[in-house]
């Protein structure tokens, strides 16, 4: 199985600008008796598009650190390392102070042992959807 769970807070700095953050993302992936845990922290900066209806596009910019323990019977390995992409999508504004959230996601995620000589790591490429709630 596969679950990620990446919480996120933005403050519109200006008109369709928007400043977040992935504040405590955790993904968690299991594998027969291997089980592989990843904690990010992203800085998410957005711009949002305007529009004449309730849908509204975005891209968001995504930069931060990630690390990741792989547990096997007996051992466990910390790895840890630099983090960037991008997500693209819509929001739709359907009740008063909520909206659904529909996106695609690219991270290219380094994480490299203690004295490593080249990049390891691997590429990630979800789809989301969420809601969310504004004050």
Known sequence: YDLALLPY???????????????????????????????????????????ATVVTPFVEGLAGITSA??????????????????RAGIKAALIERGMLNIGIQFLRITLNPSGAGSRNGLNEVSVSAGWTVWL
């Open 9 to 51: 807070a933005g403050y519109f700095v200006i008109d369709g600008l928007e400043m977040g953050i992935n504040p405590a993302g955790v993904n968690v992936h299991s594998s027969g008796d291997t089980t592989g845990v990843q904690l990010r922290i992203l800085f998410a900066p957005a711009y949002n598009f305007h529009t």
């Open 69 to 86: 323990s792989l547990i096997r019977p007996g051992s466990t390995t910390n790895v840890s390392g630099f983090t960037f992409g991008g």
